[in-house]
């Protein structure tokens, strides 16, 4: 069975810093993983998607994700935090094949920015 | 397109009432989702429908809730009766990547 661990419930960094959001899979078969962010009172929007073409995966607010196998791990980062970064992050692996649609969601990382 | 809509944006009921939420998702997504997010629980996925029918219900959390698809453009979640438990925001999310719709946000007194 698929799964995601999203290490860290809270992360916190200054404006320009590097942000860097842990998530480690677990699956059975080749994994589709994703990202998305949910902004206060809003639903969730993906961020970027690794559907295994490039393991290096670009999305959108400038962040980008790598995909190791060797590591389970999709790990999200953003080389300079904006304020506007302030969100909580979901990290979600598809479940079984590619045709369900149906995703495993973790628990959440809550990116706080300081100015 | 407008994206994935849901009615009411926020219900309040008391214990006992029936409440029935809805969605219109994206045309042309062939997947919609319903999903229920608490501080306590997180996200949860309830049911999902695939080309209207029911693909998988064990996240539907008990007899009381049910989902119906009557055809490609809408969808509804009830409860009843509902509970002060049952208080969250439920999301409906469409398509294979699921775009999300902006929840509902259901507070049971």
């Known amino acids: ?10 992360v916190s960094v200054s404006e320009g810093a590097l942000v860097l959001l842990r998530c480690n ?3 059975s078969v080749p994994p589709y993983l994703f990202w998305y962010v949910q902004y206060p009172n809003q639903g969730l929007q993906l961020l970027l998607k690794y559907t295994s073409a490039a393991t290096l995966v670009k999305g959108i607010n400038g962040f980008e994700a790598e995909f190791k196998k060797s590591e389970t791990s999709f790990h999200l980062t953003k080389p300079s935090a904006h304020m506007s970064d302030a969100a909580e992050y979901f990290c979600a692996v598809m479940h079984g094949s590619s045709n369900t649609g149906k995703l495993i969601f973790g628990q959440g990382t809550t990116l706080q ?3 | 397109d407008a994206g994935v809509i849901q009615s009411p944006r ?5 214990m006992g009432q029936e409440v029935t939420l809805r969605c219109k998702p994206i045309s042309g997504h062939n997947s919609l989702f319903w999903y229920r997010q608490t501080m306590m629980r997180g996200l949860e996925l309830l049911i999902y429908f695939n080309n209207n029918v029911p693909i998988d219900d064990s996240g539907m959390p008990e007899d009381r809730f049910s989902a119906k698809m009557p055809n490609a453009s809408f969808s509804t979640l009830k409860i009843q009766p509902s509970e002060p438990r049952d208080s969250a925001v439920y999301f409906c999310a469409s398509g294979w990547t699921q775009y999300f719709g902006p929840g509902t946000r259901l507070t049971v007194l």
């Open chain 1, 113 to 115: 920015v300081k100015p």
């Open chain 1, 1 to 10: 069975a698929q799964s995601v661990t999203q290490l860290g419930s809270h």
């Open chain 1, 25 to 27: 899979y677990s699956s």
């Open chain 2, 10 to 14: 926020h219900e309040v009921t008391e």
